[in-house]
């Protein structure tokens, strides 16, 4: 199933260009592009990783993500809560100095990526991925939607975020603001709701 999420996703997250001026200019979304064994019936194939700082910068670059990922048979992903340069930067300070310390001088090749994706930027919402496997069609999302709605009405959540689904090769991705998950893992305890995963830019299918 081909999967593209480019406009989608382009007109869902906050970019720099979004937030007043003191947020601006120190986050990034990381992209990545990789295989997976379900879909190449190989070990797992890391293509390339890129950092996103604007709409246009993302929207740009459609094409050549597009094509590595029908050349590698690849799924492009995007983190849905961007990092700080800021953060990233002070902590790896530190860990180069544990790098150099400890003589693990190839720890650096991978130290940007293992950083990015653990210091949050400042500015707007965290959003958590509500994982609806097997759900084909928006209507089949609404329920859920419905659910996470009531939560916040009732004060268990801050609903400063529209939800948005986002399609997945399998299902739908719900993007929401953080809420109390309890009562909706009473009423669907399969479904997986993930706190700081990327979601689905691209595949071919």
């Known amino acids: 199933m081909r ?6 996703i382009a007109h869902s997250l906050l970019f720099s260009e979004d937030l007043a001026p003191e947020f601006a200019g120190d986050r990034f979304y990381m992209v990545q592009i990789m295989t997976r064994t379900k879909d190449t019936g190989e070990k797992p194939r890391h293509i390339r990783t890129m950092f996103v700082e604007s709409r246009e910068y993302l929207l740009s670059h459609k094409d050549m993500i597009v094509k590595l990922c029908e050349m590698f048979n690849a799924r492009a992903y995007i983190s849905v809560n961007p990092s700080s340069y ?3 930067a002070i902590k790896m300070f530190k860990e180069l100095a544990d790098i150099v310390e400890n003589g693990n001088y190839k720890g650096i090749l991978s130290l940007p990526e293992t950083l990015a994706g653990k210091y949050s ?8 991925i509500v994982d609806l496997d097997g759900v084909k069609t928006l209507d ?12 916040y009405n009732d004060g268990k959540g801050k609903p400063n975020w529209e939800i948005k689904p986002i ?4 299902g739908y991705h719900l993007l929401v603001s953080p809420f109390d998950a309890r009562e909706f893992k009473r009423k669907w305890p399969d479904i997986e709701i993930h ?3 990327p979601t689905v830019l691209y595949y071919g299918g």
């Open 3 to 8: 999967v593209d999420n480019f406009d989608l």
């Open 86 to 88: 800021k953060k990233c």
């Open 121 to 128: 930027a400042d500015g707007g919402s965290k959003l958590w």
């Open 140 to 151: 089949e999302c609404q329920p859920y939607i419905d659910f996470i709605i009531d939560i």
């Open 167 to 170: 399609p997945t090769v399998n």
């Open 195 to 197: 706190k700081d995963n």
